[in-house]
C-alpha cells in the first residue's frame, strides 16, 4: 500500500486483515457496521468520500470491492469504478484517490 500509513482502528497502518465484517474505505467518515480505514492522513485525498469504497462478501461467499462515492476514485487495475463492483482477483491494484493498495488473499477461512 503505498502512500504511507493510513489510520485504522485508532493506528496507523500499512496492512489490513480484511476479515468477515467487511471493510469500509473513505475520508472522514464512519462505518457503522464494521471497521473503517481513514484515508485522511494521506495527502490529495480531499475529494474522497466518507464512504468512498467498500469490500464485503457477497451471498455467494465472493469478495467484492463497491465503490460508493460516485466520483470516479476508484479503480481496480486502472478501471474506474463509479457506482460499480467487482469482485477483486490475486494480486489486483485498487487504487481510491492517491492510496494504491495490493489486493492479496491470505488466508481465505468463511465463518473462521
Do not use: H, K
Not at 43 to 55: H, N, P, S
Not at 76 to 103: C, H, K, N, Y
Request: proline share 4%; aromatic share 8%; charged share 20%.
Amino acid at each position: 500500500m503505498s502512500p504511507g500509513a493510513v489510520d485504522y482502528d485508532g493506528r496507523q497502518v500499512r496492512q489490513v486483515a480484511i476479515d468477515s465484517r467487511g471493510l469500509t474505505i473513505g475520508r472522514g467518515g464512519v462505518s457503522a457496521g464494521g471497521p473503517y480505514l481513514d484515508l485522511a492522513p494521506i495527502a490529495g485525498t480531499e475529494a474522497v468520500a466518507g464512504v468512498q469504497l467498500q469490500v464485503y462478501r457477497d451471498d455467494f461467499q465472493q469478495w467484492v470491492i463497491e465503490d460508493a462515492g460516485g466520483n470516479g476514485l476508484t479503480s481496480i487495475d486502472g478501471t474506474v469504478l463509479t457506482l460499480e463492483r467487482s469482485m477483486p482477483w490475486q494480486a489486483d491494484r485498487i487504487q481510491v484517490g492517491p492510496a494504491v493498495f495490493r489486493w492479496n488473499c491470505i488466508a481465505d477461512n468463511v465463518g473462521g
